[in-house]
């Protein structure tokens, strides 16, 4: 998420090097950002956030909710961390960011919207359903990052042990392509201009699969947003709002 003059980077789960070579790839240097935005505690999301301080020296603000800011672990030191109550608005640079709670089965999990020169966006992935609270907080995005981690029947006739399985269809766990699409059929703002689906599971589900269900259902609804799928391991491209 940027600016002219803030750059927040939400979550950080890649190495520094890749990282940073994600970032040359738009153009982007770590050196440049203003604070880190932490979604939860789980190492798909925080993992390289100790490399990422130590190479700034950790002059880098890290954002966290009051109770998963202290799951956070460090190698050597910790840097500066800006603590705030989940469901609360704050600032970051010229940035105005609207935190809300998630189901998930982290400590504190939440998702945020950002508002900034007239504009709105927001990203949500890591949760099990979607309440009519999230839905609140999504009404009126004209960018949105969502989720659409499995196929259900992908999920169950997959590798994982059924203990994961369950976990993963519970409403603490990740939303199914199914549910994605009762969503865009039902809720999605018709002034939604741009819907990027990722966190797309490798194993329990296909990123042609979430596009056609998507697809299908923004059909059904005669809406014009432009459909973007974030592949695993595969950069999108550079929004602009």
């Given at each position: 998420?940027?600016?002219e003059?803030?750059?927040?980077?939400?979550?950080?789960?890649?190495s520094?090097?890749?990282?940073?070579?994600?970032?040359?790839?738009?153009?982007?240097?770590?050196?440049?950002?203003?604070?880190?935005?932490?979604?939860?505690?789980?190492?798909?999301?925080?993992?390289?956030?100790?490399?990422?301080e130590?190479?700034?020296?950790?002059?880098?603000?890290?954002?966290?909710?009051?109770?998963?800011?202290?799951?956070?672990?460090?190698?050597?030191?910790?840097?500066?961390?800006?603590?705030?109550?989940?469901?609360?608005?704050?600032?970051?640079?010229?940035?105005?960011?609207?935190?809300?709670?998630?189901?998930?089965?982290?400590?504190?999990?939440?998702?945020?919207?950002?508002?900034?020169?007239?504009?709105k966006?927001?990203?949500?992935?890591?949760?099990?359903?979607?309440?009519?609270?999230?839905?609140?907080?999504?009404?009126?995005?004209?960018?949105?990052?969502?989720?659409?981690?499995?196929?259900?029947?992908?999920?169950?006739?997959?590798?994982?042990?059924?203990?994961?399985?369950?976990?993963?269809?519970?409403?603490?766990?990740?939303?199914?392509?199914?549910?994605?699409?009762?969503?865009?059929?039902?809720?999605?703002?018709?002034?939604?201009?741009?819907?990027?689906?990722?966190?797309?599971?490798?194993?329990?589900?296909?990123?042609?699969?979430?596009?056609?269900?998507?697809?299908?259902?923004?059909?059904?609804?005669?809406?014009?947003?432009?459909?973007?799928?974030?592949?695993?391991?595969?950069?999108?491209?550079v929004?602009?709002?």
């Open positions: 998420m940027a600016t003059k803030t750059r927040i980077l939400i979550d950080a789960g890649l520094f090097r890749e990282l940073s070579s994600r970032l040359a790839g738009i153009g982007e240097d770590p050196a440049r950002l203003t604070a880190v935005l932490i979604s939860n505690e789980h190492s798909d999301h925080v993992s390289g956030l100790p490399v990422l130590r190479k700034l020296g950790y002059r880098l603000p890290v954002y966290a909710t009051k109770l998963a800011a202290p799951a956070l672990a460090w190698d050597e030191r910790a840097p500066h961390v800006e603590t705030f109550q989940a469901g609360c608005r704050f600032s970051i640079g010229d940035v105005e960011v609207d935190s809300f709670t998630i189901p998930h089965d982290a400590i504190d999990p939440v998702a945020f919207a950002f508002h900034t020169q007239g504009l966006a927001a990203l949500v992935t890591d949760l099990g359903y979607i309440p009519e609270s999230i839905k609140y907080h999504l009404r009126g995005a004209q960018f949105l990052i969502l989720e659409s981690n499995h196929d259900l029947e992908m999920l169950k006739v997959g590798p994982y042990p059924w203990a994961v399985k369950q976990r993963v269809m519970g409403r603490k766990g990740h939303l199914s392509n199914d549910v994605v699409s009762d969503f865009i059929r039902d809720d999605l703002s018709a002034g939604t201009a741009t819907l990027v689906l990722g966190h797309i599971s490798e194993n329990n589900n296909h990123p042609e699969l979430v596009r056609l269900v998507a697809g299908q259902a923004l059909t059904a609804r005669s809406l014009s947003a432009k459909l973007v799928i974030a592949e695993p391991r595969r950069q999108t491209e929004f602009t709002l």
